[in-house]
């Protein structure tokens, strides 16, 4: 069981930027999956979670209307698409897979990750 994230970068404050989550050695659609991030001397901290059917996400108050999380089973891929982005985003991303849609932005309710990808924005 693999995920494998990419995407992450430096953009400019208000900037866009799309991480994407490739998993290997299992099918992704039989998970729920996560987005989290954890910023230098801060916990890690749930950003957008979505079902295995993608009927149910959940976003974290500080991205609400600014990120948006997708999956695309056939690829064995998820996404979140970042915009209008803040300095305060500055965080390693990282993917995350769950069995069950559970407590779907806590760390705790993951069993599977990947490494992270650094994403920075500046002011």
């Known amino acids: 069981v693999q995920l494998q994230a990419s995407g992450g970068g430096l953009a400019q404050a208000g900037g866009s930027l799309r991480l994407s989550c490739a998993a290997s050695?299992?099918?992704?659609?039989?998970?729920?999956v996560g987005w989290f991030r954890q910023a230098p001397g801060k916990e890690r901290e749930g950003v957008s979670s979505?079902?295995?059917?993608?009927?149910?996400?959940d976003y974290a108050d500080s991205v609400k209307g600014r990120f948006t999380i997708s999956r695309d089973n056939a690829r064995n891929t998820m996404y979140l698409q970042m915009n209008s982005l803040k300095p305060e985003d500055t965080a390693v991303y990282y993917c995350?897979?769950?069995?069950?849609?559970?407590?779907?932005?806590?760390?705790?309710?993951?069993?599977?990750w990947g490494q992270g990808t650094l994403v920075t924005v500046s002011s």
């Open positions: 995350a897979a769950a069995l069950s849609y559970w407590n779907p932005l806590k760390p705790y309710a993951y069993g599977y």
């Open positions: 979505i079902s295995r059917n993608g009927g149910s996400t």
């Open positions: 050695g299992f099918t992704l659609n039989n998970y729920a």
